[in-house]
């Protein structure tokens, strides 16, 4: 699964940003995708996830309330939609995939995802 990530970009703290996450050559059947962030100097940190076929979609503390991932079944596309941006929210953002449903505590991990994207750079900053 190759996956591309886009929407990032640089936003006033407290202003929205929709990322998308794409998928070329398959579609996301049967699919876990997620969205991590790594900061500079720091490790790649978990932010969401969802199951293709339906389940819990775990969220990353420090965006508990203000970011929401969603499925867009038209467009074989996920997307985290970002609200109330925090400067802490600088990082970049990829999106991961797994073939397969794991258990909920096993979708926070990084080392449960076999495909990566390029990111995209979000920067919040006045």
């Known amino acids: 699964v190759q996956l591309q990530a886009s929407g990032g970009g640089l936003v006033q703290p407290g202003g929205s940003l929709r990322l998308s996450c794409a998928a070329s050559g398959r579609t996301f059947s049967n699919t876990l995708v997620g969205w991590f962030r790594q900061a500079p100097g720091k490790e790649r940190e978990f932010v969401a996830a969802?199951?293709?076929?339906?389940?819990?979609?775990p969220y990353g503390d420090s965006v508990k309330g203000r970011f929401t991932i969603s499925k867009d079944y038209v467009k074989n596309m996920v997307h985290l939609q970002m609200n109330s941006l925090k400067p802490e929210d600088t990082a970049v953002y990829y999106c991961?995939?797994?073939?397969?449903?794991?258990?909920?505590?096993?979708?926070?991990?990084?080392?449960?995802?076999?495909?990566w994207g390029q990111g995209t750079l979000v920067t919040v900053s006045s």
């Open positions: 991961a995939a797994r073939i397969g449903r794991i258990i909920t505590s096993y979708q926070t991990r990084v080392s449960s995802y076999d495909h």
């Open positions: 969802v199951f293709w076929g339906g389940g819990s979609t």
